[in-house]
């Protein structure tokens, strides 16, 4: 039956959970895969902020009660199905914090009308 | 794409108007890996206990046949698996540092390029449930095990189960497995786990119990050297210490010398079965009566030993008492509920709770089930149960 071993000796990796309000989508048509999404800088006070396209997200650091772990699907095998995820799969990393963005984006203004 | 340089970031920061001042120095710049769109990656929301378990090198697994809805199981629990839909997108970052541990490193990190692995717009959510272990009954009733004597072993075309088998046909964890195959007195003959036909299970149960009668033995010390001694020759050694097993308490007295303890209500349960599989039901004095003249010498029989097995109508006359089994009774609670109302109109608490008992879940009572699935009226003073919804 599918099992899920730890992906490989040692212990797992531990990722990071971005949370975006809303859809990601490429700028341009085409593949998301290679593009780009923003930069991510934190305050000195440990607040994350993220600049995607133009707009500024704040967010927060969030400890999840319940973590995640992230499985990944073995190559050659059946697609989900409503009923459950029968395949093949691997834990490959744990995640334990998120960064969370629910706050409405503000938008970056380039250009400002000078004052006559 | 090209990676993003210094220069482009701090450009970035001067139109967004942040001032660096008030940044810490490093930062991640996200993109994009090239499995990111695939949908290979999915998240599994962990239930305390879990995520220990993973750390500690132990592996879950999804079990479940493409008809049935999936469960997770560890090591000893099961887990009922469901999406959940969030409204927002989750994205899954390798290597993205916190800011404590960007503090708690010295190390200057200048710019993280960071790579999305995946993303998502829900998760899988664990619910703790019952193990689903009457199909294991089910299996292992295909081909009970008549003894060695029967043809049937030889030409049988069933399906035999060894304990991978069965961890692959059944949804619940190893341990759980493990459990319910003792619990059923469940033996490996041959390599493969099997159920004993109940004729031949009283048949063995019989060459036992008239030996402990011939021999005037204690039931309380039963031993193992005599019986296989005398019986041997009837029967398979492993049988017989089978039947002990199942029938009795092993422990080793000082001398070393291995002994058994009978278990005086399941003799008399097990007997009680083999009169009452005979008829629809019986008249209840009379069943009493030959019930306690049946069982061996020594034993006292009394109705409680039968819950969970048979049931007593007392709104006859004379009074009846049917066979009833639990075991082959529906798995899920609702269709459990009906099954018993189609049976009977309206139950009362004591003769309901040994043909739901095992539907709680941990934590819950039978008292709570039956506020879920049953509505109470008082009937003669006496509190009963009858189904929510009319039975057609």
Redesign the interface.
Known sequence: ??????GGAG???Q??????????EPRQSG??????????????E?V??L?VGHH?LYGK?VQLE????????QAGASQ??P????GH?T???????K?LFKTRPKP?I?HVPKKV | AAMRSRAEVDATLQTAKLNPAELLPAVHCLSFGPQAGGGECCLLQLEPGLCAELEAGRSLVIRGEKDEHAVLCSKDKTYDMKIADTSNMLLFVPGCKTPEELNADQASYNIIHSQIAGFSKNYWELRRCRPKLKKLRKLLMEDPYEGPDSQKDQTSTFSKYTTEDLLSLIQASEEEILHQLQVIDACKIEGYWRILDFDYEMKLLNHVTQLIDSESWPLSKVPLCACLEELGSLEPREMIEHILLSYGRKYVDDAGEVFFEMHEDKICRAIAQMLLQNAVKFNLSEFEEVWQQSVPEGMTTRLDQLQGLALVDKSSRPETIFLLKVEDLPEDNQERFNSLFGIREKWTEGDITPYIQDLCAEKQTVGALLTKYARSSMLNGVKVYNSRRPIS
């Open positions: 039956s599918p099992s899920l071993p730890s212990a797992l990796a990722w990071v959970l971005l949370e975006l309000q809303g859809q990601v593949d998301l895969a290679g593009s780009l999404l923003g930069d991510l800088h934190y305050t000195c440990g994350p902020v600049i500024i650091v319940k973590p995640f772990a992230v499985l990944v699907k989900p199905s009923a459950g995820p029968h799969y834990v490959t990393a744990l995640i334990k914090t960064l970056i380039t």
